[in-house]
């Protein structure tokens, strides 16, 4: 547990930032009105190298039209694989075993059609109940895809408290009926971190492939699946890694898998030789680009050049090291300064179990997020009583976060919070 002496007074935050390596990456970004973006979980922010490599592409298509495919500076052809190569470090994986592509869903629905295969009673597939709705969604339909009932074939390990995982007891559901397994490597609640290497190893002892949703994790806790012998995963690009808006997701698959055809196959899965071919008889690529199904989204994917940039340089641990003094000082203070307001600390404390986000609860949170939008502190609510507030190392400084608690006590204090519905927005 990371552990330092904690002062509640501005000086202390200002010298934090002041000895802050990461500071001069705060400049990199744009901000909402000037206001403390503590939403970088749900959405990341704009960097002006991902906005410049975006036009850059869009120059790319003016300029050369369907040349674009395999000329300039970044070809379209070979897009999806280059930034497969330079997000491979982010999730501890060889160059050939990630694949920028498709959506969280859609990538999900390919490894589950690739890897879920059951046989000689083994049917079930062992998930969450905690997990974010999406990746039940999917399973639920690959089960009855295959004529399996989700009722008797999805086994959800239970919550005691409805916050966090008990790893004792997702052990204890790796059942010899089970097949496949899918977790989330962080919870997108509380921010609880699974022992991912610990899991793996237990599936594997008991002949079980696993595989885990990142996407609450890629870009701010560091990943060695490949070393963990993790047989999969797939995550989102547009929380801690900066993608934008709907950007494309991506996937791993590691290489011990690979010859084993996409269950889901499309022309983009192809070997790149061999793709314009145009035979009715798909030769997949020998790495994760064979679970690509369609013509790759070129701008959805543009941003992550300039955003994968400024990772190489600040480095995956040097960014998970400032996310956990960040949210260890906003702990703190929240400790210290808000000890009446009924605020609860629900995310792990232990540093080991603690992903990018804090989560709190409060019976009027969804009043207090409203209240802190208006103080141009942007927050993320979660139906019915939770507030996440996520300290993002590459853009927050420690003032935002002691400004944040300075503010939040101000309108718990007095009250500011009841002038507004108890009610989420439409998008939370």
């Known amino acids: 547990m990371y552990s330092e002496p904690i002062d509640v007074n501005k000086e202390y935050a200002l010298l934090m930032d002041e000895q802050d390596p990461l500071a001069h990456f705060r400049s990199e970004f744009y901000f909402i009105e000037e206001g403390i973006y503590l939403d970088g979980n749900s959405l990341g922010l704009l ?17 050369l039209g369907i040349d674009g495919w395999t000329k300039g500076e ?25 694949i920028v592509t498709g959506s969280t869903t859609s990538n999900l629905h390919q490894l589950l059609a690739t890897f879920y295969r059951p046989d000689h009673g083994r049917t079930k597939i062992l998930a ?6 999406t990746d039940i969604y999917a399973i639920k339909s690959q089960l009855r895809y295959k004529g399996y009932s989700p009722d008797e074939h999805l086994i ?97 698959v590691n290489k011990r898998h690979f010859g084993t055809s996409p269950g889901l196959a499309g022309w983009f899965g192809s070997k790149k030789e061999k793709q314009f071919d145009m035979d009715h008889e798909l030769d997949h690529a020998e790495h ?17 050049i300039g955003s994968l940039d ?6 995956i641990h040097a ?40 989560f709190l609860e409060h019976p009027e949170a969804a009043r207090i997020c409203k209240a802190l939008k208006d103080r141009h502190v942007i927050p993320d609510f979660r139906s019915p009583n939770g507030i996440r507030l996520a300290p993002v190392a590459l853009y927050n400084s420690f003032l935002d976060v002691w400004n944040t608690v300075q503010i939040l006590k101000d309108i718990m204090k007095n009250e500011e919070y009841k002038k507004y519905p108890n009610e989420r927005d439409v998008v939370a």
Not at 128 to 133: C, G, K, R
């Open 74 to 98: 970044n070809p379209w052809f070979y897009l999806s694989e280059m930034l497969g190569e330079r997000m491979a470090p982010l999730a501890g994986a060889a160059k050939e075993e990630v």
């Open 319 to 358: 960014i998970r090291q400032k996310s956990l003094r960040l949210t260890r000082y906003m702990m703190e203070l929240i400790s210290a300064e808000l000890t009446d307001s009924g605020l609860i600390i629900r995310n792990p404390k232990d540093d080991l179990k603690r992903g990018g986000h804090l």
């Open 156 to 252: 959800q390990v239970k919550s005691t408290d409805g916050m966090t995982l008990n790893e004792e007891e997702i052990i204890a559901a790796m059942k010899e009926d089970v097949a496949l397994i899918i977790l989330p490597s962080v919870l997108y609640r509380s921010g609880q971190i699974l022992d991912m290497k610990r899991l793996t190893k237990e599936a594997h002892e008991r002949g079980i492939l696993i595989g885990f949703d990142l996407c609450h994790s890629i870009g701010s806790v560091p990943h060695e699946l490949s070393e963990w012998g993790t047989d999969f995963a797939f995550w989102c690009n547009y929380k801690h890694l900066n993608g934008g808006p709907g950007s494309s997701a991506a996937l791993y």
């Open 288 to 304: 994760a680009g064979a679970f690509q199904m369609g013509t790759p989204h070129i701008f959805s994917a543009a941003p992550l």
């Open 310 to 315: 400024i990772f190489a340089e600040a480095g």
């Open 47 to 63: 960097s002006k190298r991902a906005e410049q490599s975006l036009l850059k592409m869009l120059e790319s298509w003016k300029a």
């Open 128 to 133: 969450d109940e905690l997990t974010f709705p």
